[in-house]
């Protein structure tokens, strides 16, 4: 499934979305078999993780949690499919949207109270 179906908005969240664990994936450029399988257009994104690395990372809003992209025999996901996340990395799961949505909210939340650091003294 190379074409990538979907370009539009999609109409409601779905009840799960994907999610990359970055520790598990091998990295994007070098593996990208998730973006191949995803259906919707730039859905799943290179990104840099805490370290620096470029791995592979899925945009909640427009993830329609069809599943395409997880490992085959990941319980997770919702349905048949023909490949997905490599079975040595199985680095995606699908999460129910409303957990990724308040995890998201709560990294947020934890960087905007983060203090700030102190000015150096003269
Ligand atoms: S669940 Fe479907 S839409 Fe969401 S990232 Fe995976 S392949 Fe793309
Ligand atoms: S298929 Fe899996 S290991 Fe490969 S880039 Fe995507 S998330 Fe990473």
Do not use: H
């Not at 947020?108 to 700030?116: H, K, M, N, Q, R």
């Amino acid at each position: 499934m190379w074409t990538k179906l979907q370009n539009t908005a999609r109409k409601k969240p779905p009840r799960q979305v994907a999610v990359i664990d970055p520790e598990a994936c091998f990295g994007a450029y070098a593996c990208s078999i998730c973006q191949a399988a995803c259906p919707v257009e730039n859905c799943i994104v290179e990104a840099k993780d805490a370290n620096g690395r470029w791995v592979c990372a899925v945009l909640i809003d427009k993830c329609i949690g069809c599943g395409l992209c997880v490992t085959i025999g990941n319980p997770t996901a919702p349905g048949k499919r023909d490949f997905g996340c490599p079975a040595d990395y199985d680095a995606i799961d699908m999460v129910t949207y409303t957990d990724v949505v308040d995890a998201v909210a709560a990294d947020l939340g934890s960087e905007a109270s983060e203090p700030e650091a102190e000015p150096a003294s003269a």
